[in-house]
C-alpha cells in the first residue's frame, strides 16, 4: 500500500492470490511450540530484510477498535466516488473474513524517496510539473508484491502446509492499522503512518498467514500537539486530527475521482498533476528520512523535470508507453489532460500556454477535458494583463536604472 494518499483509511479491492485456494483454513499449520515460533519470527524478519524490506513486523488480526472510526467515515461519505469502500464494509477490519484461516499478518515496509527529489523547486516553478514522488519510478504494486510472494514461498518452503497471501494495495483490508500494530510505524494526524527513522516515504505490504507468530509490540505515538500537515493542506483536506475528507484531498482529486474536478479546489491543486505530498513535505519526521536504495522507485528521466506543455502534448500512444510499468498509467489519458489542463490554468500567463490549450481543445472531442481547457484558457487570459504589466514595470525599471540618460 502506498502510505501516500491520505485519502483513505484502507485500500481498493480486487484481491490476489498466491495460493490455488482462497480458503486458507484447509492448510494445516505444524505443530510448533513457543520457542520454535519466536524462532521462525526472527528467520521471517531476517528473510524480509535480504528481499529489501527496510522493517518486517507481525501483529494479530483483532480491528475491532478500528471498526467505529471506519463506520463514521463512510456515513460521513469522505470516500467520496470510491464505492470500493463501502462496498465490503466490515470487511476491511476483519482479515480472517477476507481469508478464512488467518491468524497473522506480516507487514513490511519499503521505502521509497528517490534521490534528487527536487521538492521545493518543482512546486516553484509552475510551468513544471509536479509528481508525487512514489509514482516517480516502477509501479509499487509490482515491486512489493513479488517480494512478498517470495517471502510466502521461503516461509513455504520450510513449512510446506503454511497457507499464506500476499496483499499489496489489492484487497478490502485496513493496512495502516495493521502495519501499525505490527510496530512498523505510528499514524500521524495526517492518517499517514509515521516512523522516527523514516518518516512516512515508505510503501506497506501484508502477507496473511495461519502461523500462530509471536507479535510485536505497537510504537509510542510522538507526533504531539504538531498540527503542521493539517494547516499545510491546500485544501484542508484534513477535517480532523487523524480524519481526512477525500473528497477534498488532491490524491483524490487528480488520482480517484472520474469526472469533472470541482472549481473550489482548482486554484489550490496548482501544478500538482498526480497525487500531492504536501502534508508529508511539512512534517518534522521527514527530515530523518533516508533515500531508497531501491532502484525501481527511481524517478524516470521522462517524468523528472517536465514541462506541463511537454506532458500535456503527449497522445495517448504515448501517454500509454511512457507510464508502461508507472502508477500513473492507472488514471488513464484522459485524467492526465484533465490534471494538467487544470495545473496550466494556474501557470504563469504565457502564449505558449495559451496556444497549447487552443491547440489541444481544437483536437479533443472529449467533455470532460474541453471543460477544464475553457477554465484554464480563461484562468491564462484574465492574467495576461497583470502579467503583462508586470513585464512593462520591469522594463521601465530596468531603462531608469541602466539608461538614465534616455529614460
Same mark, same amino acid.
Given at each position: 500500500?502506498?502510505?501516500?494518499?491520505?485519502?483513505?483509511?484502507?485500500?481498493?479491492?480486487?484481491?490476489?492470490?498466491?495460493?490455488?485456494?482462497?480458503?486458507?483454513?484447509?492448510?494445516?499449520?505444524?505443530?510448533?511450540?513457543?520457542?520454535?515460533?519466536?524462532?521462525?519470527?526472527?528467520?521471517?524478519?531476517?528473510?524480509?530484510?535480504?528481499?529489501?524490506?527496510?522493517?518486517?513486523?507481525?501483529?494479530?488480526?483483532?480491528?475491532?477498535?478500528?471498526?467505529?472510526?471506519?463506520?463514521?467515515?463512510?456515513?460521513?461519505?469522505?470516500? +467520496?466516488?470510491?464505492?470500493?469502500?463501502? $462496498?465490503?464494509?466490515?470487511?476491511?477490519?476483519?482479515?480472517?473474513?477476507?481469508?478464512?484461516?488467518?491468524?497473522?499478518?506480516?507487514? *513490511?515496509?519499503?521505502?521509497?524517496?528517490?534521490?534528487?527529489?527536487?521538492? %521545493?523547486?518543482?512546486?516553484?516553478?509552475?510551468?513544471?510539473?509536479?509528481?508525487?514522488?512514489?509514482?516517480?519510478?516502477?509501479?509499487?504494486?509490482?515491486?512489493?508484491?513479488?517480494?512478498?510472494?517470495?517471502?510466502?514461498?521461503?516461509?513455504?518452503?520450510?513449512?510446506?502446509?503454511? +497457507?499464506?497471501?500476499?496483499?499489496?494495495?489489492?484487497?478490502?483490508?485496513?493496512?495502516?492499522?495493521?502495519?501499525?500494530?505490527?510496530?512498523?510505524?505510528?499514524?500521524? $494526524?495526517?492518517?499517514?503512518?509515521?516512523?522516527?527513522? %523514516?518518516?512516512?516515504?515508505?510503501?506497506?505490504?501484508?502477507?496473511?498467514?495461519?502461523?500462530?507468530?509471536?507479535?510485536?509490540?505497537?510504537?509510542?505515538?510522538?507526533?504531539?500537539?504538531?498540527?503542521?500537515?493539517?494547516?499545510?493542506?491546500?485544501?484542508?483536506?484534513?477535517?480532523?486530527?487523524?480524519?481526512?475528507?477525500?473528497?477534498?484531498?488532491?490524491?483524490?482529486?487528480?488520482?480517484?475521482?472520474?469526472?469533472?474536478?470541482?472549481?473550489?479546489?482548482? $486554484?489550490?491543486? +496548482?501544478?500538482?498533476?498526480? +497525487?500531492?505530498?504536501?502534508?508529508?513535505?511539512?512534517?518534522?519526521? /521527514?527530515?530523518? %528520512?533516508?533515500?531508497?536504495?531501491?532502484?525501481?522507485?527511481?524517478?524516470?528521466?521522462?517524468?523528472?523535470?517536465?514541462?506541463?506543455?511537454?506532458?500535456?502534448?503527449?497522445?495517448?500512444?504515448?501517454?500509454?508507453? /511512457?507510464?508502461?510499468?508507472?502508477?500513473?498509467?492507472?488514471?488513464?489519458?484522459?485524467?492526465?489532460?484533465? /490534471?494538467?489542463? *487544470?495545473?496550466?490554468?494556474?501557470?504563469?500567463?504565457?502564449?505558449?500556454?495559451?496556444?497549447?490549450?487552443?491547440?489541444?481543445?481544437?483536437?479533443?472531442?472529449?467533455?470532460?477535458?474541453?471543460?477544464?481547457?475553457?477554465?484554464?484558457?480563461?484562468?491564462?487570459?484574465?492574467?495576461?494583463?497583470?502579467?503583462?504589466?508586470?513585464?512593462?514595470?520591469?522594463?521601465? /525599471? %530596468?531603462?531608469?536604472?541602466?539608461?538614465?540618460?534616455?529614460?
Amino acid at each position: 500500500m502506498k502510505n501516500t494518499q491520505p485519502s483513505t483509511p484502507s485500500s481498493p479491492s480486487n484481491a490476489i492470490s498466491s495460493t490455488p485456494s482462497d480458503d486458507i483454513s484447509a492448510a494445516k499449520s505444524p505443530d510448533l511450540s513457543e520457542t520454535e515460533l519466536r524462532a521462525l519470527a526472527k528467520k521471517i524478519k531476517s528473510w524480509g530484510k535480504e528481499l529489501g524490506f527496510q522493517k518486517v513486523g507481525i501483529s494479530d488480526i483483532d480491528l475491532k477498535d478500528q471498526e467505529a472510526n471506519l463506520q463514521t467515515w463512510l456515513d460521513n461519505q469522505y470516500h +467520496g466516488e470510491m464505492d470500493y469502500m463501502a $462496498k465490503h464494509g466490515m470487511m476491511r477490519a476483519r482479515p480472517d473474513q477476507l481469508l478464512p484461516g488467518t491468524l497473522r499478518v506480516i507487514s *513490511v515496509r519499503m521505502d521509497y524517496l528517490p534521490e534528487e527529489a527536487q521538492f %521545493a523547486s518543482h512546486l516553484e516553478d509552475k510551468d513544471l510539473a509536479y509528481i508525487s514522488r512514489y509514482a516517480l519510478g516502477r509501479d509499487y504494486h509490482k515491486v512489493l508484491r513479488k517480494k512478498l510472494k517470495q517471502l510466502g514461498d521461503k516461509i513455504q518452503s520450510e513449512f510446506s502446509d503454511l +497457507g499464506f497471501r500476499p496483499f499489496v494495495d489489492s484487497a478490502p483490508i485496513l493496512e495502516r492499522p495493521l502495519a501499525e500494530k505490527a510496530g512498523l510505524g505510528w499514524t500521524g $494526524k495526517h492518517s499517514l503512518l509515521l516512523d522516527k527513522d %523514516a518518516g512516512s516515504w515508505f510503501f506497506i505490504g501484508e502477507l496473511l498467514i495461519d502461523l500462530p507468530l509471536p507479535t510485536d509490540q505497537a510504537q509510542t505515538a510522538e507526533c504531539g500537539q504538531c498540527v503542521a500537515c493539517m494547516t499545510i493542506c491546500p485544501t484542508q483536506a484534513i477535517v480532523a486530527p487523524y480524519v481526512v475528507d477525500g473528497r477534498r484531498c488532491i490524491s483524490y482529486l487528480t488520482i480517484e475521482l472520474y469526472g469533472v474536478i470541482p472549481v473550489e479546489f482548482r $486554484k489550490a491543486i +496548482g501544478n500538482r498533476i498526480y +497525487g500531492c505530498d504536501d502534508c508529508q513535505l511539512i512534517c518534522p519526521w /521527514n527530515r530523518f %528520512a533516508e533515500t531508497t536504495q531501491e532502484s525501481d522507485y527511481q524517478a524516470k528521466d521522462f517524468l523528472q523535470n517536465q514541462s506541463l506543455i511537454t506532458l500535456f502534448n503527449w497522445s495517448e500512444t504515448t501517454f500509454l508507453k /511512457n507510464t508502461e510499468g508507472s502508477p500513473i498509467r492507472r488514471i488513464g489519458h484522459q485524467r492526465w489532460l484533465r /490534471n494538467i489542463a *487544470v495545473a496550466l490554468g494556474n501557470a504563469p500567463s504565457s502564449i505558449d500556454t495559451i496556444t497549447a490549450l487552443q491547440n489541444k481543445l481544437e483536437l479533443s472531442d472529449d467533455e470532460i477535458v474541453n471543460e477544464h481547457i475553457q477554465w484554464a484558457l480563461t484562468e491564462q487570459q484574465q492574467n495576461m494583463p497583470i502579467n503583462i504589466d508586470r513585464l512593462n514595470k520591469r522594463l521601465i /525599471n %530596468a531603462v531608469k536604472k541602466g539608461l538614465p540618460r534616455d529614460a
